[in-house]
């Protein structure tokens, strides 16, 4: 997020319309309906959507990514998600209105005229406001929800039904096929799986135990099994301490993270504490002083982008596949 992204090295990890690809042109299906499944639900929507409206970065990129900003009627983001100027979709940020610097809400909606609502649990979704699918369609407004984010009902608040790669490839095909521009998804579902197979192919021989630092001190915010940090840190080689838990997100204790001694620790970089900051934190905080990944400072930063569900996924396993390579241990721990 605060770490500016390359313009060559994300167009290697995704063929976006800023890197020069042919969009395909959504089709027209007027007065044809079109049944999903999201969220292990079947959805029919009567209608291509005109105006959609986004919550957070990685969902409003995955519209970009499939050439739908014309689609688009704006997107709630905070502003602290990272340098968005040169990253592939710049024209798609340019194009289409910021409608909030926090989450969305029904006043955003309305105002936007919106006839559906791209969100997830977590990522714009919650009780707490009555901002709620079920709330949207008595505005007599459609929603889909982030497949990341679907609630699994181990618990009223966990989160994942399914690998968090085989999410984003889900979510693109069911975006793909409501908006006409199947095409244009399967392009990217299929590029998306071809880097990260060469990725696998050239990881370390034996996998480092990594562990992914959201926030927090008095806690660590991490990654369960069903979130991206998960399979981004499998795909690149290596494997995630929390794999067991399953979740998405969560918070878990220190003596955790000591107990499973993980030799490599990703940084996640957003919000007002710099990744920076997180970094000299970790490496003093006295109960991880005998971890391996602190003895050793094997800390890697990805942007916040990176680690939630969104096209950037390709990118970052590429780039921590090469850290991983680069810093293998040796079993020394």
Known sequence: MRTPFVTAAVCLAVLATGCGAKVQEPSARAGSSVTLTNCGRKVTYDKVPERVVTNDVGITELMFALGLEDRMAGFAMPDEKGDLSRVPWKDGY????????DQLTKE?????????????????FREEAGFTPQALKKLGVASYVLTESCRNGRTDTSRGIMPPLDALYADLANLGKLFGVEDRAAQLIADFKRRIAEVRARAPERAPRVFLYDSGEDQPFTSGRYAAPDQIISAAGGVNVLHDAADSWLTVGWETVVERNPEVIVICDYGDVSAERKKDFLLSHAPLRDVSAIKHRRVFVLDYADLVESPRNPSAVARLGAYLRAVAPGGED
């Open 108 to 124: 955003n909606v309305l105002d936007a005229r919106a006839d559906l609502v791209f969100a997830g649990w977590n990522y714009g």
């Open 94 to 101: 340019d194009k289409v209105p910021w409608l909030s610097k």
